[in-house]
C-alpha cells in the first residue's frame, strides 16, 4: 500500500521519516549522542579544586543543606504565626519575603505605597515591626535569610538591633541577605541609589558584616531573576559570575580583605527543568569562579574559592504543560 504523504516528502527534499532534529538544550547547546571520561575534562573528586563536582567532599551527607519555604505576608505578626508553624513542620531555617513597599524603601502609609502593603511579602517599616517578627524564635539557632536589595543596609541594621535585644551575639547569627544591587539592574528594577553609591553601600554592608556577624553571608549574588527575565542557563550564569567579579573588585578598591572576604561571597540560582544542563550550569560556575579568583586575585586559600551557593525552582518554569494538539 502507498504511502501518501510520500509525495510531499520528496517535495521537501526526503524520502521516509522526516529527519529527527538534533537534541539540544534549552540554551541551544548540542547534546552529544554519548559521554565518555575525556568528556570531563579529568575532573577531580568533590572538595578538591577547582571544586566541579562539589565543594564537599561528602557532598551533603556529613551536613544536610537548610530547609526553608519563602514566606511572608501582610503584617509582622501574620508571618510570625507562619514561621512559627512552619518550624514546627521541620523546616530548618527562614526564608523572608517583604513586600515591595519594604524592598523600594516606601513608608507603608505614603498613598503610593498602600496598595501593595503586606502584598508579595511582609511589610518591615520599623525595629518594633522586626522584633515582632522574630518573636518566640531563637536567632542564635535559626538561619535567617531576607530577599531584600534596595534596603539591604537598612533591613541588616534591623536584624542586628533585634539580636541585640534579644541577647543572641552577633557571632553566632546564622543566613543571608540577598543585598545583590547590580541584578537589580539588569533584571528587577527594585533599585533605589544610582549605581556606584549603591555598590559603595553594598561593600560598605559586606565589610561590617565580616567584622560584626562574620557567620552571616552579606551578599547572596543571584543569577535567578536574570534567568526569570528571559536569559538562558548560560546567560543567567554569565551574568551572575560577572556581578560576582564586580563586587570582589570594588571590595579590593576599598581596601577590603578579599581573600577573607569571599568566604562569605554567596550565590543563589533558579533550577529549570532541563536536568543535565543544570547540572552542568552548577558545574561550570563552581570550576569558573574557582579559577577566575585564583588568576585575578591570587587567591589560594580553598575555602576562599568554594562557590557557595542556594537553588530554588525557576519561577517561569511553573507553567502548565502545552496542551497536545
Not at 562539589?54 to 510570625?80: I, K, M, P
Not at 537589580?184 to 565580616?210: C, H, Q
Not at 585564583?294 to 537553588?311: A, D, H, M, P, Q
Amino acid at each position: 500500500m502507498s504511502d501518501p504523504n510520500k509525495k510531499n516528502r520528496k517535495n521537501e527534499g526526503f524520502i521516509g521519516n522526516p529527519p529527527i532534529p538534533t537534541p539540544a538544550t534549552s540554551s541551544g547547546i548540542e547534546i552529544p549522542k554519548v559521554l565518555t571520561p575525556e568528556n570531563d575534562e579529568n575532573a577531580p573528586l568533590p572538595g578538591q579544586y577547582p571544586f566541579t563536582r562539589g565543594v564537599f567532599e561528602d557532598g551533603y551527607r556529613g551536613r544536610l543543606w537548610t530547609f526553608r519555604q519563602y514566606s511572608g505576608f501582610g503584617s509582622a505578626e501574620d508571618t510570625n504565626k507562619r514561621f512559627r508553624w512552619l518550624l514546627d513542620q521541620g523546616q530548618t531555617g527562614l526564608s523572608v519575603a517583604l513586600d515591595l513597599p519594604t524592598q523600594c524603601g516606601y513608608d507603608p502609609t505614603n498613598p503610593i505605597a498602600a496598595p501593595e502593603v503586606g502584598k508579595v511579602g511582609v511589610s518591615i517599616s520599623n525595629l518594633s515591626e522586626m522584633e515582632l517578627l522574630f518573636d518566640g524564635i531563637d536567632l542564635s539557632k535559626i538561619s535567617t535569610s531576607f530577599t531584600i536589595n534596595g534596603t539591604a543596609a537598612i533591613i541588616y541594621a534591623m536584624y542586628l538591633a533585634c539580636a541585640d535585644k534579644l541577647g543572641v551575639p552577633r557571632a553566632k547569627l546564622t543566613g543571608t541577605i540577598q543585598n545583590d544591587i547590580l541584578k537589580e539592574y539588569v533584571a528587577r528594577g527594585t533599585w533605589i541609589f544610582p549605581v556606584k553609591p549603591s555598590m559603595r553601600l553594598t561593600s560598605d554592608v559586606l565589610i561590617f558584616a565580616n567584622q560584626q556577624s562574620p557567620r552571616f553571608n552579606a551578599i547572596s549574588v543571584a543569577g535567578a531573576h536574570v534567568r526569570d527575565a528571559g536569559s538562558s542557563a548560560v546567560e543567567e550564569l554569565g551574568y551572575t559570575l560577572a556581578n560576582g567579579l564586580a563586587y570582589v573588585e570594588e571590595l579590593k578598591q576599598r581596601g577590603g580583605d578579599i581573600k577573607l572576604l569571599a568566604q562569605r561571597l554567596s550565590f543563589f540560582f533558579y533550577v529549570h527543568m532541563d536536568f543535565f544542563e543544570e547540572i552542568c550550569k552548577f558545574r561550570a560556575a563552581r570550576r569558573l569562579w574557582a579559577k577566575l579568583l585564583k588568576s585575578r586575585y591570587g587567591i589560594t586559600n580553598e575555602k576562599s574559592l568554594r562557590l557557595r551557593f542556594g537553588v530554588v525552582c525557576g519561577g517561569s518554569s511553573l507553567v502548565a504543560p502545552p496542551t497536545p494538539k
